[in-house]
């Protein structure tokens, strides 16, 4: 597969975020996909979906995000921001790009895609959905596989590892009260209108 403007890895968009059921992923790549109940209610899915496009799952789990192309902080299609995690003196910049944006009446998130860089390469999604029965969840979906180049490529067992540790925090940190946005409120996110015929 080759780059898709500077991404490392493609197509854009293969975690899908817009549909409920993932389809087929590209070979060659970690397939994770997890689901977990979030909360219920009208407040709890406005609060959840404000705080995923905040990149709050990231921010909750201990990354700082910031964008790399002069844009807002929330998530916007083809944005690039710079995803910061460290602990005192070792700290690892992550270069992304948002690669997909949803935002429907039952449906809300983002997937954003590795750039060069980035100690991994691939794709994550976070959405938060909701059914019938007002239940508010959150999926996760991922695909990683080593970077293509540079110093962290050798070291890809060991991410692998700690990705599998950032995985708990992200399906933990938007559970019950944890829906609560940490930026400024907007007003509720609506149904957009159905299109003109």
Not at 51 to 69: I, M, N, Q
Not at 88 to 111: H, S, Y
């Amino acid at each position: 597969m080759g780059e898709d403007g500077g991404l490392t890895y493609g197509p854009r968009g293969a975690t899908a975020p817009q549909v409920p059921v993932w389809p087929v992923s590209p070979p060659g790549f970690r397939r994770f996909e997890r689901t977990v109940t979030i909360g219920r209610g009208e407040d709890a899915w406005n609060a959840a979906g404000e705080a995923v496009l905040r990149w709050e799952v990231k921010r909750r789990s201990g990354f700082a995000v910031a964008p790399a192309d002069g844009g807002g902080p929330g998530a916007r299609e083809r944005g690039r921001y710079t995803v910061t995690a460290g602990l005192g003196r070792c700290v690892v910049r992550e270069p992304v790009e948002v690669v997909a944006v949803v935002e429907t009446g039952d449906r809300c998130g983002f997937a954003y895609g590795t750039r060069r860089g980035h100690p991994v390469s691939g794709e994550e999604a976070f959405i938060v959905h909701r059914d019938d029965d007002g239940r508010v969840l959150l999926t996760l979906r991922s695909l990683t596989r080593a970077a293509p180049t540079g110093p962290w490529r050798p070291l890809f067992p060991v991410l692998l590892l700690a990705q599998l540790l950032v995985r708990r925090r992200y399906l933990r940190v938007l559970r019950d009260a944890g829906v609560r946005s940490t930026g400024p409120r907007s007003r509720p996110r609506t149904p957009p209108a159905p299109p003109a015929v």
